[in-house]
């Protein structure tokens, strides 16, 4: 990840933000629960000029200096709570997350579920198979390596039995 973040600073020192952008929303998909990596790309959106982007990501951030931009993004999407919810996407662990974090995602559930009797959830996006557990996926795993090795040493085994076989017949 600091090899990440390092071409980040790079991008960032470089002029390229959209690339800088691309690899930070990458990162919050990869580390959902590391929310200084929010706070990073709102700030980049900030010195864009990018106000309501940049509340977007500082939502849930208590800094007294980011509460214009998060006004600013409320009042786009008319303060609803499922919109918002809609827009943050937030897919980490609401245990690891501060007090004040977590009331704002309970303030923003609260009247998402007044107003629409629902509440957007997401599912993490961790990568897992659809096989079974990971100690089934290894074994399988290992036993189609195993089998695809048998494969490459016995068709050249065969081929050359065959071959034998085939000058034998030349020959007789």
């Known amino acids: ?23 930070l929303r990458n990162l919050i998909n990869q580390f959902p629960d590391d929310l200084s990596l929010r706070d ?3 700030q980049i959106y900030y010195d864009a000029g990018f106000l309501d982007e940049a509340g977007k990501f500082w939502i849930l951030s208590k800094d007294k ?4 931009a998060v006004e600013i993004y409320k009042r ?10 809609k827009d943050i996407v937030f897919r980490g662990d609401k245990n690891v997350l501060s007090d004040y974090a977590l009331n704002v995602l ?8 007044k107003k629409t ?3 957007p959830e997401y599912k993490k996006k961790y990568k897992q198979g659809s096989i079974g557990s990971n100690d089934e996926q290894s074994f399988l ?11 490459v040493i016995l068709l050249p085994i065969l081929g ?4 034998v076989e085939l000058f034998k017949s030349l020959f007789e």
């Open 141 to 151: 795993g290992k036993v189609g390596v195993c089998l695809l090795i048998g494969m």
């Open 160 to 163: 050359l039995i065959k071959l």
């Open 1 to 23: 990840m600091e090899n990440i973040l390092y071409r980040i600073e790079k991008d960032i020192e470089e002029g390229r933000k959209k690339k800088a952008c691309d690899r």
């Open 106 to 113: 309970k303030d923003l559930e609260t009247d998402s579920l």
């Open 117 to 119: 009797n629902h509440i």
């Open 76 to 85: 786009s999407l008319s303060y609803s709570g499922n919109a918002i919810l």
């Open 65 to 68: 200096e980011m509460e214009p």
């Open 40 to 42: 990073k790309l709102g």
